[in-house]
C-alpha cells in the first residue's frame, strides 16, 4: 500500500460512518450490551464506528444514572421517542420477553437495525410477527439478530468450524445442560423472570433456548420433535415491591404463585438423525452458570463448559487407541474465532467478550449488507422448539412435532 494510500486510510478511519445505537432496558443486559458497544470499536478493525446515542427505561433517575455508568449520550423514558430519533440506526432490546415483539416491529418499521436479546418473543405468535417484519425490512437492507451471545464463545465458534470441516463425521449425540442454582434458595423474591405473563417461561426460555440455539448451531441441523418433563420446585415466594418485580404491593411478607418451570428435562431427534438430551434449570446446586455440552461424533467428540470458556475438549476417534483420548485445547491462538484482535496466546477471554464479538458481527453484516446470524427466523425456529418442549411436557413427555 503506498504512503498516500495510508495516509488516506488514516484519514478514512477518522472519516469512518457512525453507526447510532439506541438501547431499550438498563439490567444485566443493558450492562452486559453497553459493554460491548463501547469495547468493540477499540479491538476490531471495523467499516463503522458504533455510537451509543440514548438509552431507555421507565425510571427517569435510574436511566439517566445507567446513562453515565455505561457511556450513552441521551437518557429516554420512552422506547418509542427513543426509536424515532434521528440519531438512532440501531435498535438494541434488552428488555423482558414480553416487550420485545411491539419494541422489535416497531423499531423495523421505522427504518431501523435490530438486536434482540433472547428468547426472541415469549410466544411463537409473537415470534412469528417479528420474523415476518424482518423478512419485509431485510427487502429495505435492513439487518435483524437475536443475542445468542453463546455462538460467540471464541471455543463454541471454533467448535462449529471443526464440525463444519466433517472432523466429527456423522453426529450421533448431542449433550447440552445449563445448570444455574440462583433459585435454590425459597426465600429468593418473586420477579419478574418467575411471572409467566413477562418472561413467557422459566428455565426453559431463559436458559433452554441457549441450549436448543446451541445444539442446532454446532450440528447445522434442526430438532424435528421433543419429549419433555418439567417441574417448578417452589411454587410459591416472597412479593417484592416496586417495578424491578414487575408486581405491586410495597415490602410487605405477601407471597405469589410462581407461575414458569424452575427447570425442564427434555430429548429430541435432530433432522441429521443424531439424537439429543437437553436439560437447563435453576437448581442445580453449586453450579453457577455452567453450560456444558458434549457431541459426539464417528470420527470424534467435542466437550465445553461456560465455567471454562477458553477450553475446548477434543477426542479424535482416528487417532491410534493406545494415544487417543480427550485433549484440552486452549482457544487463545490467533487462528481461532475472535482471538486475533486481543491478547498473545494464554491470555484468557471472559463471558463479556462475546458481547463485544456479537456487536462486531452484526455492525459487519449492517456494513456489507450480508444476513447475519442468528437471525429472527433462526430465533423463531428455538421459539418453535420452546413451545414443543411446554406442549410435551403437559402431556407428560408425550413425543411433540416440532412445527415448521
Ligand atoms: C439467567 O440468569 C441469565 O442471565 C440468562 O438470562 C442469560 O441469557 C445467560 O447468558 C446468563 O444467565
Same mark, same amino acid.
Given at each position: 500500500m503506498t504512503g498516500t494510500a495510508r495516509s488516506e486510510q488514516t484519514d478514512s478511519e477518522a472519516a469512518k460512518p457512525a453507526l447510532g445505537i439506541g438501547m #431499550? $432496558?438498563? &439490567?444485566?443486559? $443493558? @450492562? @452486559?450490551?453497553?459493554? !460491548?458497544?463501547?469495547? =468493540? !470499536?477499540h479491538v476490531f478493525d471495523l467499516p463503522v464506528r458504533p455510537r451509543l446515542a440514548a438509552i431507555c427505561g421507565r425510571d427517569a433517575g435510574a436511566v439517566r444514572a445507567a446513562a453515565d455508568r455505561h457511556g450513552w449520550a441521551a437518557a429516554e423514558t420512552d422506547w418509542r421517542a427513543l426509536v424515532a430519533r434521528d440519531d438512532v440506526q440501531l435498535v438494541? #432490546?434488552?428488555?423482558p420477553g414480553d416487550s420485545h415483539a411491539e419494541i422489535a416491529v416497531a423499531a423495523l418499521e421505522a427504518g431501523k437495525h435490530v438486536l434482540c436479546e433472547k428468547p426472541l418473543a415469549n410466544t411463537v405468535e409473537e415470534a412469528e410477527a417479528m420474523a415476518e417484519a424482518a423478512e419485509r425490512a431485510a427487502a429495505r437492507g435492513q439487518i435483524a439478530m437475536v443475542g445468542f451471545n453463546y455462538r460467540r464463545v471464541p471455543a463454541i465458534a471454533y467448535a462449529r468450524r471443526l464440525i463444519a470441516a466433517g472432523r466429527l463425521g456423522a453426529l450421533r449425540h448431542v449433550r447440552v445442560s445449563y445448570l444455574q442454582d440462583w433459585l435454590v434458595d425459597p426465600a429468593f423474591p418473586l420477579t419478574w423472570r418467575l411471572q409467566k405473563q413477562h418472561a413467557g417461561s422459566g428455565a426453559l426460555g431463559d436458559l433452554g433456548a441457549h441450549a436448543v440455539d446451541l445444539a442446532q448451531?454446532?450440528?447445522g441441523e434442526q430438532l424435528a420433535g421433543v419429549s419433555a418433563l418439567s417441574e417448578t420446585f417452589v411454587r410459591e415466594r416472597p412479593v417484592l415491591s416496586g417495578a424491578s418485580s414487575g408486581l405491586s404491593g410495597a415490602g410487605t411478607t405477601e407471597r405469589g404463585q410462581v407461575t414458569v418451570d424452575? &427447570? =425442564? #428435562?427434555f430429548t429430541g431427534r435432530l433432522t !441429521? $438423525? &443424531?439424537?439429543a438430551v437437553f436439560e437447563a434449570t435453576r437448581m442445580a446446586s453449586g453450579r453457577k452458570n455452567a453450560l456444558r455440552l458434549e457431541i459426539n461424533g464417528e470420527l470424534g467428540s467435542l466437550a465445553f463448559d461456560l465455567e471454562r470458556l477458553n477450553e475446548l475438549s477434543f477426542h479424535d476417534q482416528t487417532e491410534p487407541a493406545d494415544l487417543a483420548g480427550f485433549r484440552r485445547i486452549l482457544v487463545t491462538e490467533p487462528g481461532h474465532p475472535y482471538l486475533e484482535a486481543w491478547w498473545p496466546p494464554g491470555h484468557a477471554l471472559g463471558y463479556e467478550h462475546t458481547f463485544a464479538h456479537q456487536a462486531r458481527d452484526l455492525l459487519t453484516s449492517i456494513a456489507e449488507g450480508t444476513p447475519p446470524h442468528p437471525t429472527f427466523a433462526d430465533g423463531l425456529q428455538v421459539q418453535r422448539v420452546l413451545a414443543a418442549v411446554e406442549e410435551s411436557a403437559a402431556k407428560n413427555a408425550a413425543y411433540t412435532p416440532v412445527a415448521g
Open positions: #431499550v $432496558g438498563y &439490567a444485566f443486559m $443493558g @450492562a @452486559a450490551h453497553s459493554q !460491548g458497544w463501547r469495547t =468493540v !470499536g438494541d #432490546v434488552c428488555t448451531y454446532l450440528a424452575d &427447570a =425442564v #428435562v !441429521g $438423525g &443424531a439424537l
